[in-house]
């Protein structure tokens, strides 16, 4: 549960992921289809605030990751006739349930493409299936070469919603990760060509934000944007898109204390003073998903400067160094994803530092972090 007693705050720009929608639709062109892909709360900043949103800017679909997500999706005021696809895993008993919700199910094995077509016999309906099949993930769906499997839709070809691949490394500019894309492509490709063959005409999609911007031959008939809709590069060491940060994670110092050199700040005494200084205390911690290996490393902001955090990351606190900020006092604003003034700390950053990616940064932040909604801006 959130408080309204604590200053931590994740705020959501919804101007800014509005933006980060015109930015795909511009890269894939119209008139493909864009499935917004919204699972894991999209990505830590609301599923279901993003998700009307991004109907309301007019995306064709929207993806999720678990049975769960998709019906409280679809039970959602504004959600009730939106496409919604499972991209992730789901299990044989879960089929009836998603079926009568009339919510697309990526299907990659046999024990789940049986019983969903059986669903859709026993409720007189074609059940919405998008096979997945793996050319090179090594995660999930039918080998390119099974398509016996294709088999299952003689007699309900209309349940073959769908034809779908996942990309390993469509987000790494290097030759040989753009080799094995091109891999997986062609794989794709092969297995396109005999549905289109047999006669089924499902809809293609298989680019995902690195292909959206790599590969622009994976983008056939819908695409399906992720973390770029959120404002991370994904190809961070490459072409630079002009993508918004849409949250900021914002708190306020606590109190601010004097220490002396040679004294030691936080557990494990990891960090000493090197001289005397002034160190803020902040009211946000690992258990607000804030990453302890962030410690001694990240920065934040305050009053539009970096000033360095000092000592482990705690569960509910932090401690930065003010010594360089005089003018500091306790109340004042502390910006540790996002912008304040001319300075901006980007997820990328903040993903550096703590030897991950900007996914895990977003979908790590927890719940007791509420999040707020500004429909104007620009964006972190």
Request: glycine letters at 10%; charged letters at 20%.
């Given at each position: 549960?959130?408080?309204?007693?604590?200053?931590?705050?994740?705020?959501?720009?919804?101007?800014?992921?509005?933006?980060?929608?015109?930015?795909?639709?511009?890269?894939?062109?119209?008139?493909?289809?864009?499935?917004?892909?919204?699972?894991?709360?999209?990505?830590?900043?609301?599923?279901?605030?993003?998700?009307?949103?991004?109907?309301?800017?007019?995306?064709?679909?929207?993806?999720?990751?678990?049975?769960?997500?998709?019906?409280?999706?679809?039970?959602?005021?504004?959600?009730?006739?939106?496409?919604?696809?499972?991209?992730?895993?789901?299990?044989?008993?879960?089929?009836?349930?998603?079926?009568?919700?009339?919510?697309?199910?990526?299907?990659?094995?046999?024990?789940?493409?049986?019983?969903?077509?059986?669903?859709?016999?026993?409720?007189?309906?074609?059940?919405?299936?998008?096979?997945?099949?793996?050319?090179?993930?090594?995660?999930?769906?039918?080998?390119?070469?099974?398509?016996?499997?294709?088999?299952?839709?003689?007699?309900?070809?209309?349940?073959?919603?769908?034809?779908?691949?996942?990309?390993?490394?469509?987000?790494?500019?290097?030759?040989?990760?753009?080799?094995?894309?091109?891999?997986?492509?062609?794989?794709?490709?092969?297995?396109?060509?005999?549905?289109?063959?047999?006669?089924?005409?499902?809809?293609?999609?298989?680019?995902?934000?690195?292909?959206?911007?790599?590969?622009?031959?994976?983008?056939?008939?819908?695409?399906?944007?992720?973390?770029?809709?959120?404002?991370?590069?994904?190809?961070?060491?490459?072409?630079?898109?002009?993508?918004?940060?849409?949250?900021?994670?914002?708190?306020?110092?606590?109190?601010?204390?004097?220490?002396?050199?040679?004294?030691?700040?936080?557990?494990?005494?990891?960090y000493t003073m090197?001289?005397?200084?002034?160190?803020?205390?902040?009211?946000?911690?690992?258990?607000?998903?804030?990453?302890?290996?962030?410690?001694?490393?990240?920065e934040v902001l305050?009053?539009?400067?970096?000033?360095?955090?000092?000592?482990?990351?705690?569960?509910?606190?932090?401690?930065?160094?003010?010594?360089?900020?005089?003018?500091?006092?306790?109340?004042?604003?502390?910006?540790?994803?996002?912008?304040?003034?001319?300075?901006?700390?980007?997820?990328?950053?903040?993903?550096?530092?703590?030897?991950?990616?900007?996914?895990?940064?977003?979908?790590?932040?927890?719940?007791?972090v509420p999040r707020?909604?500004?429909?104007?801006?620009?964006?972190?």
């Amino acid at each position: 549960m959130s408080s309204d007693f604590r200053p931590t705050v994740a705020t959501i720009s919804l101007a800014a992921f509005r933006h980060n929608l015109d930015e795909v639709r511009r890269l894939v062109g119209h008139p493909r289809g864009i499935m917004a892909v919204v699972k894991a709360n999209a990505y830590g900043h609301g599923i279901t605030v993003l998700a009307r949103e991004a109907v309301k800017w007019g995306v064709q679909a929207l993806g999720v990751a678990t049975v769960d997500e998709a019906l409280e999706l679809r039970e959602t005021q504004g959600l009730v006739d939106v496409p919604i696809l499972v991209v992730g895993t789901s299990f044989p008993e879960d089929a009836e349930m998603l079926q009568k919700a009339h919510i697309s199910v990526a299907v990659g094995n046999p024990a789940l493409l049986r019983e969903h077509m059986a669903v859709g016999r026993r409720l007189e309906q074609a059940p919405r299936i998008h096979l997945k099949f793996d050319t090179g993930m090594g995660r999930n769906g039918f080998a390119p070469d099974s398509l016996s499997v294709l088999d299952a839709f003689s007699q309900i070809p209309d349940a073959l919603e769908g034809l779908m691949t996942h990309f390993a490394v469509s987000d790494e500019p290097d030759e040989a990760n753009r080799q094995y894309t091109d891999d997986q492509c062609r794989s794709f490709a092969s297995v396109v060509r005999e549905v289109h063959r047999r006669g089924f005409r499902p809809v293609i999609h298989a680019a995902n934000s690195g292909a959206i911007l790599n590969h622009p031959a994976a983008h056939y008939e819908m695409v399906r944007p992720g973390m770029m809709l959120y404002g991370a590069n994904p190809n961070p060491n490459g072409e630079q898109l002009p993508l918004r940060q849409v949250m900021t994670l914002s708190t306020r110092i606590v109190s601010i204390h004097d220490h002396r050199e040679g004294e030691s700040i936080s557990y494990g005494r990891t960090y000493t003073m090197s001289r005397d200084g002034r160190i803020g205390l902040l009211p946000i911690g690992y258990g607000d998903g804030l990453p302890r290996s962030l410690s001694n490393k990240a920065e934040v902001l305050v009053a539009g400067r970096r000033v360095p955090i000092r000592g482990r990351v705690c569960m509910d606190a932090t401690m930065i160094d003010l010594t360089g900020v005089p003018e500091a006092i306790a109340g004042d604003e502390v910006v540790l994803y996002g912008g304040q003034g001319t300075e901006r700390i980007s997820l990328e950053e903040v993903a550096r530092h703590a030897g991950t990616i900007p996914y895990e940064i977003t979908c790590q932040l927890s719940r007791r972090v509420p999040r707020t909604y500004r429909d104007s801006g620009s964006g972190a």
